[in-house]
C-alpha cells in the first residue's frame, strides 16, 4: 500500500530574515520537507532593504521547489506573529561593528581573551545587547501567539536561552550546528570515517561541550581509544587547543578552537598571533558582498543550484537540525537531535541545575525530552559549572542593568587579571555602547 503524506499547514515566523545565511538556509530546509507544503511563511526583519531582496528570493525559490508557501513579509513583528506554530529567530544589532568593541577594549585593557563572542567581558556585553531584544519578541509572543516555539539560533546561544527561560513564558529551544561539526572533526581527522558512521554523546554548554562518548554508529564499538591514541599523530596545526585539552583531560572539547578558548584562561596562548579585528572585517565585507548575490539571485538571474545558494547558508555543507526539531514537535517524530541547548533538569548532575546545558534530546509531539548524561569529569565540571554562573550574573544583569551584578561576573570572570581592570572594562563598555544598553542607564 501506497504511504500517503499528511500535509500540515503550519504557520513560520522567521525574524531577522534579512540575514542571507538564516532565511535561505531554513527556507530551502522547511521547502524540502513534504508535510508543510501550503505553509505560511513571514519574513520579518527591521532593515527593509534587506528584507526585500531575500522576500523575493523566497518566494522565487517557493516556486522552483513547488511547495506552494504563502511568502509575506513585514518590518513590524507584531504584525507577523498572531497565529503563529513557530517562531525562528536569528538577531544581530550591528553585528561585526559592535563585535569589534567587545573585542577591542578589553584588549586594550590588558584582558587576554580569544574571539569576544560567547563568554568572557566581549560575551558580557553580547549578552548585554541581545537579551532585551531577544525578551522583546518573547513578549510579544505572549500576547500574539502564546502557544508558539520559540527557536533561537542567535547567539550567545546559552545566555538567551536562560533568559527566555528565567524570564519570558514561552516555550523555547536553543539550536547551534556545533555538536555536528565536532562529530565530522573526530570522523574524519581522527577516525578516517564518515560522519554518519561515527556517534558522538556531548554535554557541556554551546560553544565549548566535551565528548563523553565516541562510538561507531553501526556496531556499537567504544572509539574513543583510537581517538585518543591518534592524538599526537593528527596535524598540529589543526585545532591545536582542542587536541591539547584531549591530551590533558582525556576528553575532546567542540565545536573548533575558537569557541573553546573563551572559555579557557589559557585559551587566548592559542591564538597569540591571531588578528581577531581583521577577521571580524573579512567577515563584514564578504557579508555584503553576498548581500549583492542574493539581490542578483532574487531578480531571477543564475539558477538556485545547491551550489548558488550554499556560500550564502550558514555552514553550508550542512542539514541543519532545526526541521528534525521542528518536524518532531508537529508530528510527534520522536527524532534524535545529536544536541540542543534546554534548562539541566538533572541531565548533568554535577553542575548547577536549571542552567542552560548542551545535550543530546529527543523531540516529540511539542515536547523535549534531554538525555541524561550523568556526571562530567570532576576537572570538566568544575569548569563548567563556574562558567554556568557567570552565565547566570551576567543574564541577570542584562534584564536588571544592575552595574554591580554586571561587576561581579567580570570579577569572577578567569579571563580577568584584577579588579581595577574589571572594573575599567565595565565602565567603557558601559559607556561606548550606551545606545544599545538602555537597562543600564
Not at 22 to 29: H, K, N, Q
Request: negative net charge; glycine residues 6%.
Amino acid at each position: 500500500m501506497q504511504r500517503t503524506t499528511v500535509v500540515t499547514p503550519t504557520k513560520f515566523v522567521l525574524i531577522g530574515a534579512g540575514s542571507h545565511a538564516f532565511s535561505i538556509m531554513m527556507l530551502r530546509d522547511l521547502m524540502e520537507c513534504p508535510i508543510f507544503r501550503g505553509s505560511q511563511v513571514v519574513l520579518v526583519d527591521i532593515d527593509a532593504e534587506k528584507l526585500d531582496p531575500m522576500t523575493r528570493l523566497a518566494r522565487r525559490m517557493n516556486e522552483q521547489a513547488g511547495a506552494e508557501f504563502k511568502i509575506t513579509s513585514t518590518t513590524e513583528r507584531t504584525q507577523a506573529l498572531p497565529g503563529a506554530d513557530f517562531v525562528i529567530v536569528a538577531v544581530e544589532q550591528r553585528r561585526y561593528e559592535l563585535w569589534k568593541l567587545d573585542y577591542q577594549i578589553p584588549d586594550k585593557h590588558g584582558v587576554h581573551h580569544a574571539m569576544g563572542e560567547v563568554a568572557g567581558p566581549g560575551g558580557m556585553f553580547h549578552t548585554f545587547r541581545q537579551v532585551p531584544l531577544i525578551l522583546g519578541i518573547a513578549h510579544d509572543m505572549e500576547k500574539l501567539c502564546p502557544n508558539a516555539w520559540f527557536i533561537n539560533m542567535s547567539n550567545p546561544e546559552s545566555r538567551l536561552c536562560m533568559a527566555l527561560y528565567r524570564y519570558s513564558q514561552v516555550k523555547s529551544v536553543g539550536v547551534c550546528l556545533g555538536a555536528y561539526i565536532t562529530r565530522r572533526a573526530l570522523a574524519q581527522r581522527f577516525l578516517s570515517l564518515e560522519d554518519e558512521e561515527v556517534d558522538i554523546k556531548v554535554a557541556g554548554i554551546n560553544h565549548c561541550h566535551w565528548v563523553m562518548e565516541v562510538r561507531h554508529a553501526q556496531t556499537g564499538e567504544d572509539l574513543y581509544p583510537e581517538v585518543r591514541r591518534r592524538a599526537d599523530s593528527v596535524d598540529p596545526n589543526w585545532e591545536p587547543l582542542s587536541v591539547d585539552c584531549l591530551r590533558r583531560f582525556g576528553y575532546y572539547p567542540g565545536p573548533a578552537d575558537g569557541h573553546v578558548a573563551e572559555f579557557l584562561r589559557w585559551g587566548w596562548e592559542f591564538f597569540r598571533d591571531h588578528d581577531w579585528v581583521a577577521g571580524f572585517d573579512r567577515t563584514d565585507r564578504a557579508s555584503k558582498q553576498f548581500s549583492a548575490e542574493v539581490e542578483h539571485l532574487a531578480q531571477g538571474q543564475g539558477p538556485l543550484s545547491d551550489e548558488e545558494l550554499r556560500p550564502l547558508m550558514a555552514e553550508g555543507e550542512y542539514r541543519w537540525q532545526t526541521i528534525d526539531i521542528i518536524r518532531s514537535l508537529v508530528d510527534n517524530g520522536n527524532r534524535y537531535i545529536l544536541s540542543l541547548n534546554i534548562p539541566n533538569d538533572g541531565y548533568i548532575t554535577n553542575v548547577k541545575r536549571d542552567a542552560i546545558v548542551e545535550i543530546p534530546a529527543i523531540v516529540g509531539a511539542d515536547r523535549i525530552y534531554g538525555l541524561g548524561m550523568e556526571d562530567l569529569p570532576p576537572s570538566i565540571a568544575a569548569l563548567m559549572d563556574l562558567q554556568l554562573r557567570i552565565m547566570e550574573l551576567v543574564v541577570e544583569a542584562a534584564v536588571t542593568g544592575d552595574r554591580q551584578t554586571a561587576l561581579e561576573a567580570l570579577l569572577i570572570d578567569p579571563v580577568m587579571p584584577n579588579p581595577q581592570t574589571a572594573k575599567a572594562v565595565l565602565d567603557e563598555m558601559l559607556m561606548v555602547q550606551a545606545e544599545f544598553l538602555p537597562q543600564f542607564r
